[in-house]
């Protein structure tokens, strides 16, 4: 049999997914592009963050059943979570859960296809244990995600995922261990941790924090990078900032949320800090790591947010310097207080401030990039592509130089040359 699976939204998905597909290969299926219009079972990882992704999200989902009439839809995901979306699903769908059970989700599929009884099974995800899964082999050859936690307790005023995602949960540290272990003896290089909250894992462990967890991934043989897909301001305390101090392993990049340069917007946001307050950290982090490349995310034309909260969004973006960022446009979202706030910006006057902050963005990127015109800086090829090799560096710079085949996966030092267009032209140097 043939399946296909589309996946929206964040790195959480894009695990929960990979384990979903290799559970159908391990039993048989053959894996096809979502395109195939021949699919016994389409798949459908849904997101809810934003108005653009329930458009996407019920795009696919009627894609798949017109694709195939008599194929087996399944949804799961934060779209499928949201009570209030199952209207839109349940007539397309023949089997439906929201973020739990994903593990069974094959399970619960084949059951549909032997007893042909719709499966409609949306639970109080408040109520929900850590849905464990494990993967031993990635969809790349050098990196590979790993989920160590679900759940957000933040309660951000714009925010839906507590209500998709429920509480913190955090996977056992010995299976997050054995995990990258395996990932490692299967010739992965780079593990990227990743997490609805990633930083806050370990919150319902008894004695055991993150921290702790980065400490015992860098005693493993083999690891050479490991990388946080997201980690709030908030939780990068003294023990985070030693343990980055003394590692080896964590790379040269963190990608750390902003949201608004306006104490102002921050507070509405019901944000955990001040733009002091954030500064302050960056600054502290680059004191231990001058050079590391640091990225956010901006939400703009918040509720009540005047042209000059904007501009001080602006400025503050420029004053800490990115290497980088995501600009998102304020997103109406049920259940969240900010839905309900007066003073909403016009969709043209969102558009406008997103355009602008994002033009700074490129600017600052273009500006961090070009700083390493000239270093000598280690690379570890993922693509080869008729006499040439594209990687990054530990800091997220993409290189592209001549290369071999057989130097996918090996850590190689290039000297950078040129730039253009986000991707840095190198010389490889040595092996």
Known sequence: MKVAVYTLGCKVNIYESEYAIKEFVKRGYEVVDFSCCDADVYLINTCTVTNVSDQKSRKMIRQAKKKNQNAVIAVMGCFSQIKENLDDIINYADVLIGNNDKSRVVDLIEEFIKTK???IDVKDILKEDFDDMQISHFNTRTRALIKIEDGCENYCSYCIIPYTRGKVRSKDPKKVIKEAEQLCKNGYKEIVLTGIHTGHYGADL?????????????????LKRIRISSIEITELNDKFLKTLKNSNKIVN?????????????????????????????????????????????????????????????INFVKKVSFAGGHVFPFSKRSKTRAALMDDQITNEEKHKRSKELISVFDKLEDCYYK???????????????????????????KVIFKGCKELIGKEVKVKLTEYEDKILKGTLISK
């Open 371 to 397: 700083n390493h015109i000239g270093k000598n800086m280690i690379v570890i090829p993922e693509v080869y592509n008729d006499g040439y090799v594209t990687g990054h560096t530990d800091n997220y710079l």
């Open 117 to 119: 009884k719709k499966i």
């Open 206 to 222: 008894n004695g055991y924090d993150f921290s702790d967890l980065l400490l015992d991934l860098e005693r493993i043989e083999g």
């Open 253 to 313: 990049h963190l990608h750390i949320p902003l949201q608004a340069g306006s104490d102002k917007i921050l507070k509405l946001m019901n944000r955990k800090y001040d733009t002091k307050y954030y500064l302050d950290k960056i600054n502290k982090i680059r004191k231990i790591r001058p050079d590391i490349a640091i990225t956010t995310d901006v939400i703009v034309g918040f509720p009540k947010e005047k042209k000059e909260d904007f501009n001080e969004t």
